[in-house]
């Protein structure tokens, strides 16, 4: 009589069932698992290959996989609000700032590769964004450039280190913004950041 495990993992060859857990472990633990990282390429594959039982294991723990086919990502998301990140405002600026920045280098300079943007352009996104003259301290920068580089949203051009004094330091926009920040247009992107401009004024208001 087959357990539920090998029921489970029956279309998997016996010999590779034992990566099964660490690759689930792995999908719940991290935010993102490329094709285009030498670390993450042999995981990516097998997931791949084996889509759809990853998929009913998940579903049965309330989580869903998800696979963006362009940039060759994969993504496990909750359905419920325990296993959800949760983002401080700056935090959350930060990212629709990289989103901004990659769907506006994409759309101009038609690149088929992620596309690269300075320090420099960065922050003065962020100030655009935010319509304030003030900008982040430079520890805050180097602190949550540093979080979104850990999540996989970012990289540094030839594996530097985030140098935030340098506003001509180059960082790589990954893919998976597009799956942090699920926008679909720019229309999208604003009603955004009205709701945070509105949420912001609100705020300043109820402290005078």
């Known amino acids: 009589m087959l357990s539920i495990q090998d029921t489970l993992l029956q279309d998997i060859p016996e010999r590779s069932r034992r990566d099964f857990p660490r690759i689930v472990n792995r ?3 991290q935010t993102f698992l490329y094709q285009d990282v ?39 998301v ?6 959800r990140a949760r983002y401080k405002l700056d935090e959350s600026l930060l990212i629709v700032v990289l989103r901004k920045l990659y769907e ?23 100030r655009t964004i935010t319509g304030k003259e003030r900008d982040l301290g430079v ?9 979104l580089r850990a999540m996989g949203l970012i990289d540094t051009i030839d594996g530097r280190n985030i140098d935030v004094h340098d506003g001509e330091a180059r960082l790589r926009l990954r893919g998976s913004v597009h799956l942090i ?6 229309s999208e992107l604003e009603a955004w950041l009205r709701k945070y401009r509105a949420d912001e004024a609100e705020s300043e208001n109820e402290e005078e």
């Open 181 to 186: 920040l699920p926008i679909q247009s720019a």
């Open 27 to 29: 999908l719940l633990g």
């Open 78 to 83: 909750s359905e419920y609000s325990y296993s």
């Open 38 to 76: 030498d670390g993450d390429k042999d995981d990516y594959y097998f997931v791949h290959r084996h889509r759809a039982v990853f998929e009913s294991v998940l579903a049965l723990t309330g989580f869903s996989l998800l696979h963006d086919d362009y940039h060759r990502i994969f993504q496990v």
């Open 139 to 147: 520890g805050q920068y180097e602190t949550l450039l540093r979080r």
């Open 104 to 126: 506006d280098k994409t759309e101009h300079l038609s690149l088929a590769s992620d596309p690269v943007v300075t320090i420099g352009e960065v922050r003065e996104e962020y």
